[in-house]
């Protein structure tokens, strides 16, 4: 498979959920088997020259966005790509599906339970847990780029900026080149979905010392565990499905909405949420949703799922 010929850019959308308008920047559409918020922060390793390089390793869940991105990299570029999980559940194993299938079919070879090797030649790239590194700042920059064009041509002064943050890696480079751009009217607000707020204010710093460069953070009161079920995030992500039409994640989205929602001093400027895909990540949350909530039926279409409540 040759280089994935493609220029990584996004449309912005106008959506109107719960009586809101919102600007939606689509990341998850940037190209059907690259998107979202792992295209941008792996565009480095795509674009770059990496002549000596003939393998990646990475870590992390073995049902991940970052996984399934970087199979896909691998292929394109022809390296070889070992994951390393602490372990597959056997449910998977027996019925491979969601980024786990995926990533297998593009070749990723993946070990369970064995420490994560430290490579010491120069021919293996060893990539952080979902692409928490300082290489992600390159893509970034250039999603930062886009946003700033379309905000000039659009006429658009202030903006807040919201999206829904696991490691952070996104909202602080974000951030971060919007401040160097002296694009002070542009706000960057995010939400922890991985842990709480001094774990995601910690991961900033590994990034980025200076504190002036970071994400403003919001938070809804009720603490959160990411990967577990809540009906509010289910019923939330149904909604946005019926009113707007856009299918989001189910693992980040519901809470970014739901956050977003309770701060009106945020979304009372124009607003730019957004979209950083992990769709397909869906196929292993949803049939977990329809376990755990009897009510809720699934109607599986071709390539989509679809959700009713049961009267
Ligand atoms: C990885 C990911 C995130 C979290 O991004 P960070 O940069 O780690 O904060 C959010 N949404 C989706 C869909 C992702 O794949």
Redesign the pocket.
């Known amino acids: 498979m040759g280089a994935l010929f493609v220029k990584l850019h996004s449309p912005v959308e106008t959506i109107v959920f719960e009586g809101h308008s919102f600007y939606l920047k689509r990341d998850d559409l940037l190209h059907p088997d690259f998107c979202?918020?792992?295209a941008r922060?792996f565009h480095y390793f795509l674009e770059n020259d990496f002549q000596d390089i003939t393998k990646i390793i990475s870590y992390g869940s073995a049902q991940s966005?970052?996984m399934y991105s970087l199979s896909v990299l691998a292929k394109t570029r022809g390296w070889r790509f070992e994951y390393y999980v602490k372990h597959i559940a056997n449910y998977l194993k027996q019925n491979p599906h969601g980024n786990y299938k995926a990533a297998l079919e593009n070749g990723m070879h993946i070990t369970e339970n064995r420490p994560v090797p430290i490579p010491a030649d120069n021919h293996t790239l060893l990539i952080e847990e979902?692409?928490?590194q300082k290489e992600?700042e390159y893509g970034i920059k250039v999603l930062a780029q886009e946003i700033i064009d379309w905000q000039i041509l659009k006429g658009i002064e202030e903006l807040n900026i919201f999206?829904?943050?696991?490691?952070?890696?996104?909202?602080l480079f974000l951030q971060k080149t919007l401040i160097k751009a002296k694009r002070v009217q542009i706000r960057v607000y995010?939400c922890a979905?991985v842990g709480d707020n001094s774990y995601l204010k910690k991961q900033f710093f590994e990034l980025e010392e200076n504190e002036k460069y970071h994400p403003a953070l919001l938070s809804l009161e009720k603490k959160y565990h990411f990967g577990k079920l809540y009906r509010e995030n289910y019923e939330i992500w149904l909604k946005l499905q019926q009113e707007t039409g856009v299918v989001f994640?189910l693992?980040?989205?519901p809470l970014g909405w739901r956050t977003l929602l309770a701060h009106d001093e945020v979304i009372s400027k124009p607003t730019l949420y957004i979209h950083?895909?992990?769709v397909l990540?869906n196929e292993s949350m949803l049939p977990r949703y329809k376990r755990k909530y009897k009510n809720i039926e699934c109607i599986e279409g071709v390539g989509d799922f679809w959700f009713v409540a049961k009267q």
């Open positions: 979202g918020n792992k922060k966005n970052a979902g692409g928490h992600a999206l829904p943050s696991g490691t952070g890696t996104m909202a995010t979905c994640d693992l980040y989205d950083q895909g992990g990540g």
